[in-house]
């Protein structure tokens, strides 16, 4: 399948900092990315669609202006995670629609955000 | 909007021998995907297996199999001759093809596969 790369894979940032997670898609071009939410041993939660050269659409109850998406190319969509607080810590993970598979999701392998 | 039910928080599977992980939805649609995603401990989403709902055969990709009742809104996984590395949570997940173009997926709550030697 195709690759999706994710970077930081983790990150420790004081409370009140910022902190950016990268998403790629290494062999294709994604018009369409998503950035999911994952508690333990939950489900994934998806926190917003990003699609390339637009404002992305947030699921309700995500606050657009703590977690700032930003698709600048078919290639890369990166999430800021804005003033981050503790109860932010939690597992991010991006995927993105291959449209030469049906637009079939690969998911990057996710970060895991600690903030002190 | 559509729901996807999995009722089995864990199932446990000797090596060699075969599990069935059931996944319901709920949907008032006729066209749409359905998908299996593994999550090993590493928590890399893979891709197992995907069905199109006008698609009546079911999809097979080498051990893993889908049995998949569109009537009954019902598509299970089955798991043969497991095998340790597929310990893991398994994630039953549908997609729209009528009212998203975008590949929005809604996923189940989950079923944590454990395999014993």
């Known amino acids: 399948g195709a690759v999706v790369s994710q970077h930081p894979s983790r990150v420790i940032c004081k409370s009140g900092t910022s902190v950016k997670i990268e998403c790629r898609s290494l062999?294709?071009?994604?018009?369409?990315m998503f950035w999911y939410r994952q508690f333990p041993k939950k489900s994934l939660m998806l926190m917003a669609t990003s699609n390339e050269g637009s404002k992305a659409t947030y699921e309700q109850g995500v606050e657009k202006d703590k977690f700032l998406i930003n698709h600048a190319s078919l290639t890369l969509s990166t999430l800021t995670v804005t003033s981050a607080h503790p109860e932010d810590s939690s597992f991010y993970i991006c995927?993105?629609?291959?449209?030469?598979?049906?637009?079939?999701?690969?998911f990057g392998a996710g970060t895991r955000l600690s903030v002190l | 909007a559509q729901t996807v039910t999995q009722s089995q928080p864990e199932m446990s599977v000797q090596e060699a021998e075969t599990v069935t992980l059931s996944c319901t939805y709920d949907?008032?649609?006729?066209?749409?995907?359905l998908f299996w995603y593994k999550q090993p401990p590493s928590r890399q989403m893979i891709l197992v297996i995907r069905?199109?709902?006008?698609?009546?055969q079911n999809a097979t990709e080498n051990r893993f199999s889908v049995n998949f009742q569109k009537a009954a809104k019902s598509f299970s996984l089955k798991i043969s001759d497991s095998q340790l590395g597929d310990a893991a949570m398994y994630f039953c997940?549908?997609?729209?093809?009528?009212?998203?173009?975008?590949?929005?997926?809604?996923f189940g709550a989950g079923t944590q596969v454990v395999v014993t030697p």
């Open positions: 062999d294709f071009q994604a018009t369409t």
């Open positions: 995927s993105a629609s291959d449209p030469g598979a049906k637009n079939i999701q690969y």
């Open positions: 997940a549908y997609r729209s093809r009528i009212t998203d173009s975008w590949g929005k997926l809604q």
């Open positions: 069905q199109e709902a006008y698609k009546q």
């Open positions: 949907t008032s649609e006729s066209d749409y995907y």
